[in-house]
């Protein structure tokens, strides 16, 4: 059967407007719901992690109030890494597995277009090929939801969906529309993200050959790999990018996000969390848990570990971040070289992430959005900020 691919995307449709992630749900007939499902106009996170998983985070339990409700939490790699996937492919391990043991019909998952490998084109696989043919991340806003109504005419009851925070928010709000008997929910985390032309430009200003790109991660020694057509790695530190250039290209949904970790998800698979190399799988309840064991024997593990103290360089990141100060190239892999020796390590690592992405967004929605900042950020992001002293301009504001 030929794979089904969305509608084309009408432009005048995003009640959300300027702050639109283009999940894809105002794609859809279920527009009818986007007043309580789009995750810019009614934050719903803690409600609907209690409807999901059982029970909303427990804000006294740092793992929790950093990465959301869980059971168990492993560092862990593919045995047989899966060749062009974004890390060792367990995202499309896990998807082909539930297909071929028929617990789902088809799997949500973004393939490219064919002219352009990082334009996303959502589909619904049905097969092995279909999976692996949508796996490596389109770094881009991806209308995930756009399928929504193929997947009601198709007659589907069971399905895994693969997506970011935004795109699953959106989808557990409008769940029990969908007609379906069981829905999986397997996530990623997600963090600045773009636009396919601000993609355009952060590859133009931060990549010795933009064109070539096939692969690119933000990664866990402080630099950005970008991996090109010919095989060959670049290594960019972050200290080293355009910040001044770089400020306006994420997208205002991006800078307005506080949903970092997938809370909603069954089984987040990320690699924020993890030494260098692997991935980091958060299981958040009983589902999550069948689907990490179903793939469990073609994977080895390592306990998460966390190590080192973040809370400096994270406040010192904040005013330049803020100003976007660029450091000159020497300084700033001087710095990486510092940071990656004594800096940070697994969890401590994505909590400085969490920190200082969190704290930069709230300054972007205090300064720009006032009126939404007490119902858009959510009370754990709330704690996680007030740990740090912000600019006076954003508090004045
Ligand atoms: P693969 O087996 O290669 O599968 C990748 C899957 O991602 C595919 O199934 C595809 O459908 C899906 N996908 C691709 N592009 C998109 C998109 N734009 N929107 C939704 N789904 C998509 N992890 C972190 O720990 N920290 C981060 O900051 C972080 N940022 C991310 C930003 C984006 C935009 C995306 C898509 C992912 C991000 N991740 C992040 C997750 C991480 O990069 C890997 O995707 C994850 O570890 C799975 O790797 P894999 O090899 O198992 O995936
Ligand atoms: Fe609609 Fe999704 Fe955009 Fe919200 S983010 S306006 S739900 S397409
Ligand atoms: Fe959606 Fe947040 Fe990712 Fe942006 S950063 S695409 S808003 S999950």
């Not at 862990?76 to 071929?100: D, F, N």
């Not at 963090?191 to 430009?201: I, P, S, Y």
């Not at 590859?203 to 692969?215: I, N, Q």
Request: charged residues 25%; glycine residues 6%.
């Amino acid at each position: 059967m030929p794979v089904k691919t969305a509608r084309p995307i009408r432009s005048d449709r995003y009640p959300a407007k300027e702050l639109c992630s283009r999940c894809g749900l105002c794609d859809t007939s279920y527009v009818q719901y986007v007043k309580e499902a789009c995750a810019f106009i009614t934050q719903r996170i803690e409600e609907l992690e209690a409807s999901a998983h059982g029970r909303s985070r427990q804000l006294d339990s740092d793992r929790e109030l950093y990465f959301g409700v869980h059971s168990h939490m492993t560092a862990a790699r593919k045995l047989e890494p899966i060749e062009g996937a974004q890390w060792t492919g367990i995202v499309s391990s896990i998807a082909i597995a539930m297909l071929e043991h028929n617990w789902v019909e088809g799997v949500v998952c973004v393939q490219n277009t064919e002219e352009d490998r990082f334009q996303p084109k959502p589909v619904i696989a049905r097969t092995a090929e279909e999976v692996l043919a949508a796996r490596v991340n389109k770094p881009t806003l991806s209308p995930n939801l756009s399928i929504l109504d193929l997947v009601r005419e198709s007659g589907m009851k069971r399905l895994l969906a693969i997506g970011v925070g935004c795109q699953i928010q959106a989808l557990r709000a409008v769940q029990a529309e969908l007609g379906l008997e069981k829905l999986y929910v397997l996530g990623t985390p997600c963090v600045d993200n773009v636009t396919r032309a601000g993609l355009q430009k952060f590859l133009e200003t931060t990549s010795r050959s933009p064109e070539t790109v096939v692969h690119y991660e933000f990664m866990q020694d402080f630099r950005v790999h970008f991996k090109h057509e010919d095989g060959s790695t670049e290594t960019v530190p972050f200290f080293g990018l355009k910040t001044n250039q770089l400020k306006d290209v994420f997208a205002p949904s991006c800078m307005s996000c506080f949903d970092y970790v997938n809370s909603l998800a069954d089984l987040v698979v990320g690699y924020m969390g993890a030494p260098f190399g692997w991935q980091w799988m958060v299981v958040r309840n009983d589902t999550g848990r069948e689907m990490f064991d179903l793939v469990a024997e073609q994977l080895e593990f390592q306990p998460v570990m966390s190590k080192g103290d973040r809370k400096s360089a994270v406040q010192q990141s904040i005013p330049a971040y803020d100003k976007g100060v660029t450091l000159p190239m020497w300084a700033a892999q001087l710095m990486g070289v510092v940071i990656e020796k004594i800096g940070p390590k697994g969890l401590e690592y994505a909590r400085f992430s969490i920190d200082s992405h969190f704290t930069r967004n709230y300054l972007y929605v205090k300064r720009n959005y006032p009126q939404k900042l007490e119902e858009h950020v959510p009370a754990y992001a709330k704690c996680i900020v007030s740990q740090y002293k912000l600019p006076d301009r954003a508090l004045s504001t």
